[in-house]
């Protein structure tokens, strides 16, 4: 049975020269920004991101990074800062968690709406109150319809990836958007793992100068930057920043063609395949509940069971058209949230939603569930997960769904 696992990182010769560091998320992006060549880095850590900003300041302390390393008095200053930093043509770099991310809503709007394309990492944690530190991903998913690309990793290795694609795709000036990477608090953020680092001159291959062009703010150059427009120009801009998110597709395509070429990966840029070949059902989801799903996957395949997992990587650009084609080829679908949208149709999650309205107007579509779980920082467990595909099988023989949305895992 052929095993499609795209989104792991395969190294060839390309890879002969890189430096092997057992790390943890946060670590591996901060020597992402190191090798990238960062200007101006701000700062107001909170967990579970944190350890990634004393990373960079230990980085510059040591002389291994020169870049200027601003601590903010809150959340909203940090982003206020990169923000206008980003539009005098500084590469940069920022962070948050929680209602950290939430506090500084205002100029994470404004970022998205002046076409800044700041890259910051979200430690994903639960949102206050009531308070846990545990990993949920509505702090990141809040920024979802406002020009924030966002995309989800799964283990370290692929977290140090995507953090060199996240500038290469934000930079390109036919997108000029901004950037947030999901890392999964705890579960990748503090987790270590053996990581492959590159060179520097392989990074500099593909990874350009941040160069704004005429859009650069710089008093020889008078543009106007967050004119206030109005009602006579704003859906004209808002307009405008839909076509440069919709351009942003063919630019990740691109942009993981010259990686897997330079780095010796095989990537796939939107949706990674796991035992799908023959399956008849299929659970899809995005972060770090991918390895239990495939242990769980691996084990019902051991009793016959025609079972396997789709992993969502950019939930914004949104791959309809990839999704479309990879699950219309089965009978179930069952989606799983790592969130919560009290209210929504069927009271299903973010993404199941979002998968229901991409499927529509397929001729022939799957049966869908909604799965919610793992809130909190609790565990996806292999209970839990054959729970689901258990669900789906049977709806696979009586072709009927009793419950559209599940939550897993909840004590009575």
Same mark, same amino acid.
């Given at each position: ?27 591996? @992006? ?27 300041? #230990? ?10 390393? @601003? %601590? ?8 206020? &800062? ?15 968690? /929680? ?31 009531? +308070? ?49 990477? +999901? ?9 270590? =793992?053996?990581?492959? %680092? ?38 004209? &801009? ?23 070429? @330079?780095?010796? *990966?095989?990537? =796939? ?27 769980? %996957? ?9 079972? /396997?997992?789709? *992993?969502? #990587? ?21 989606? &799983? ?5 009290? +209210? =929504?149709?069927?009271?299903?999650? @973010? ?15 799957? #049966? ?45």
């Amino acid at each position: 049975m052929a095993v499609q696992a795209a989104a792991q990182s395969t190294v060839g010769k390309s890879g002969a020269d890189d430096r092997e560091m057992l790390i943890s998320g946060c670590e591996a @992006i901060a020597h992402a920004c190191r090798l990238a060549d960062i200007d101006v880095v701000t700062a107001y850590p909170i967990r579970p991101y944190d350890t990634l900003m004393q990373m960079i300041s #230990k980085m510059i302390a040591d002389g291994d990074l020169d870049a200027d390393y @601003i %601590v903010a008095e809150s959340e909203h200053s940090q982003f206020e &800062i990169v923000k206008h930093a980003s539009a005098v043509g500084a590469r940069v770099f920022v962070g948050s968690s /929680g209602v950290g991310w939430f506090y500084a809503m205002e100029a994470l709007a404004v970022t998205a709406g002046l076409r800044l394309p700041v890259v910051a990492v979200v430690g994903n944690r639960a949102l206050d109150d009531p +308070g846990a530190f545990g990993c949920e991903h509505n702090d990141a998913l809040a920024v979802r319809d406002l020009g924030w690309m966002l995309t989800w990793v799964d283990v370290v290795q692929e977290a140090f990836d995507i953090a060199l694609i996240a500038f290469r795709v934000a930079e390109d000036p036919r997108v000029f958007l901004p950037c947030a990477l +999901g890392l999964d608090g705890a579960f990748l953020t503090h987790s270590q =793992s053996l990581v492959r %680092v590159p060179s520097k001159e392989k990074v500099d291959q593909f990874l350009k100068p941040y160069d704004r062009g005429s859009k650069l703010l710089h008093p020889d150059n008078p543009i106007t930057i967050a004119p206030q427009v109005n009602e006579d120009w704003l859906i004209e &801009i808002r307009r405008q920043s839909d076509e440069a998110m919709k351009r942003s597709k063919g630019v990740i395509e691109d942009a993981y063609r010259d990686f897997n070429r @330079i780095f010796g *990966r095989n990537y =796939s840029p939107f949706l990674e395949e796991y035992m799908t070949d023959d399956a008849d059902v299929v659970l899809v989801g995005q972060g770090t509940l991918a390895l239990p799903v495939k242990v769980t %996957v691996r084990k019902l395949r051991e009793k016959g069971k025609k079972v /396997g997992f789709v *992993r969502l #990587k950019w939930f914004r650009p949104f791959p309809t058209e990839e999704v479309q084609d990879c699950l219309k080829k089965f009978k179930v679908v069952g989606i &799983i949230d790592r969130d919560y949208s009290y +209210g =929504s149709p069927y009271s299903g999650g @973010i993404l199941y939603n979002e998968f229901r309205s991409a499927l529509y107007d397929l001729p022939t579509r799957p #049966k869908v569930y909604g799965f919610i779980c793992g809130l909190g920082g609790r565990e996806v467990t292999i209970d839990g997960v054959t729970e689901m595909i258990n669900m789906m099988l049977e709806t696979a023989k009586s072709n009927k769904v009793d419950r559209e949305v599940v939550w897993i895992g909840v004590r009575e």
